[in-house]
């Protein structure tokens, strides 16, 4: 496994590989997990060639405290990585990434405008930036992202599509901890009682799912956030039963389409999101 820190090195060693060969990329921003690994897993099983970036990207933070309280360990990143089969490391400094501002401005609609996009403005914009720019760099045949976060999946999926990039995006199921919370580089954040607390999260959304046939959606989405609200140690930010494909929320079960429940929630500063198929 080879460490690159610069956009030239890196493509010096992918012209080494030889250019018919297809790439397998998994962009990160480190502090890497179980979630991750089975990314690369993946990634490794489907392509003869794999890159893993590790960058946290300033562009996507719209909280300055978020960006500095963001877990960083290369040194541990590494050595998880290490045997997993990926073949290149990519872990540039920012100014590798924006050697200049980024003005560009994506336009994603009504994807954008809902949940995430809504509660973290400039954030999708951000990832947009970094993800074409990184595509652009790695010229991956396929790249991979985790499904808990779903919306930044079907931004990038509309990036992709806005810029006929030659790219296959491959969603990746949710890994969760044992206690059911999803796997997140914020986890590392929380205290050990506020980690046992949040396990919550993902208890609530799958009983919701269960008691879907009972309830109505609105009945369902007052439901999940009262549940979890009980919670001396959580606050929910927004529980909304969406569309897979348009990401706008639904208002009857019989609506055509299959449905998820997406959630944030605040556990003190930390902010985690989560979903559940309906
Ligand atoms: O999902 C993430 O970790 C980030 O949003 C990504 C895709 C690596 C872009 O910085």
Redesign the pocket.
């Known amino acids: 496994m080879i460490l690159v820190k610069t956009r030239s090195a890196l493509s010096e060693q992918l012209q080494l590989t030889g250019n018919e060969v297809e790439v397998g990329f998994v ?3 480190g502090a890497l997990h179980r979630g991750h690994l089975t990314l690369v897993a993946r990634a490794v099983a489907e392509n003869p060639v794999v890159v893993v970036s590790i ?1 946290v ?1 300033p562009n ?1 933070f719209n909280d300055p405290d978020d960006l500095k309280r963001y877990p960083r360990n290369l040194e541990a990143d590494l050595k998880l990585l290490e045997g997993t089969g990926c073949h290149m490391v990519f872990a540039p400094e920012a100014e590798e990434i924006y050697p200049g501002p980024d003005n560009r401005k994506f336009n994603f609609g009504k994807l954008e405008t809902v949940m995430e996009g809504k509660h973290r403005p400039g954030h999708f914009n951000g ?1 947009a930036q ?2 074409s720019k990184l595509f652009d760099i790695v010229q991956p045949r396929r790249a991979y ?1 985790g499904l808990k ?1 779903f919306q ?1 999946l079907a931004i990038i999926n509309a990036m992709v599509k806005q810029l006929s990039l030659p790219v296959e995006i491959v969603a990746c199921d949710i890994v969760r901890e044992e206690s059911g919370l999803a796997m997140s580089s914020r986890n590392e954040l929380l205290s050990p009682e506020d980690r046992k607390e949040a396990a919550l999260i993902n208890q609530t959304l799958n009983r919701a799912a269960e008691l879907a046939g009972e309830k109505t959606v609105k009945e369902i989405e007052n439901w999940v956030t009262e549940t979890i609200n009980n919670s001396p140690a959580l606050t929910v930010e927004y529980f909304e039963v969406v569309d897979n494909e348009s990401l706008q929320r639904i208002g009857n079960w019989s609506e055509e389409g299959e449905k998820t429940g997406c959630i944030a929630v605040y556990c003190g500063k930390i902010r985690l999101i989560d979903n559940v198929r309906f």
């Open positions: 962009p990160t921003m960058f990207n996507q990832v970094v993800v992202f976060d930044q």
